[in-house]
């Protein structure tokens, strides 16, 4: 005979939370109970949902709410003898208030999960460091004009101690050679920063610590670049200090 017990078992049902003899009269209920199946099925769903999901952890508010809600249940007074109509639900209350628990943060995991930005609010835009230098405050931009109509620029952030290149119609390296990029130290030196990359248009971030950087360089090197220059550089651009 089904009881209001037997419909009340989906959510312990759900968390594994029955022992032996229960699962058994519920699995019994559950064939013959459309609605505890819908509901069983309906918890299951949103635990698989959570399989594929990132972890995170239950909002802080969820938790208080939901163990406030387990203080304002009035608990049953002891008994002095047990009636023979007693099942073992009884005795299990503590453990069956727990997995009712359990599916509540489960629910509530994955509404944060699937909806982490429910508050109105739009996550931060993730850029690229290409970005963040054409973003920044204190981004200059040096140019150069070449006699074939190509261009290139320097973009150089010192806060962020980097610079990129950005070239358009850029002729192609001879073949067996690469363009390579260096930066110029205060006291002169040419530190390697980078191989172009073989792209007419093309912006690429390079390599070192920018921020003392007097110059950007660019010369013709063997495939597999140099490490100093072995030609004069093509294009020199001079960077404010």
């Known amino acids: ?30 064939s013959q109970c ?52 007693v099942t073992p639900l009884f005795r299990r209350l503590p453990t069956l208030l727990a997995a009712a628990a359990a599916v509540v943060l489960l629910l509530g995991v994955g509404l944060a999960v699937l909806r982490p930005w429910s508050d109105g609010t739009e996550p931060p835009p993730q850029l690229s460091a290409a970005e963040q230098i ?10 150069k004009a070449f006699p074939d109509g190509s261009q290139a620029t320097i973009v150089l952030s010192r806060s962020q101690g980097k610079a990129l ?50 110059g950007v360089g660019i010369t013709v090197e063997p495939d597999g670049g140099s490490e100093q220059p072995t030609t004069q550089p093509i294009a020199v651009f001079p960077l404010e200090s």
């Open 1 to 30: 005979m089904t009881t209001d017990h037997d419909h009340a078992l989906s959510g312990a049902y759900a968390v594994d939370a029955l022992d032996a003899d229960e699962r058994a009269r519920f699995e019994t209920h559950l």
């Open 34 to 85: 459309a609605d505890c199946r819908a509901e069983v099925d309906s918890l299951r769903e949103a635990a698989a949902l959570l399989g594929i999901a990132d972890e995170v952890g239950p909002p802080p508010a969820l938790r208080d709410d939901v163990l406030a809600g387990i203080e304002r249940i009035r608990p049953l007074p002891p008994l002095t003898r047990e009636p023979a109509t």
């Open 134 to 143: 054409l973003r920044a405050g204190d981004a200059t931009h040096v140019e």
């Open 165 to 214: 290149i950005r070239t358009k119609d850029m002729a192609p390296a001879p073949d067996g050679k690469v363009y390579e990029l260096w930066l110029q130290t205060p006291a002169g030196k040419m530190i390697p920063a980078g191989l172009m990359p073989d792209e007419s248009d093309t912006t690429y971030v390079l390599d070192g610590d920018a921020a003392e950087a007097t």
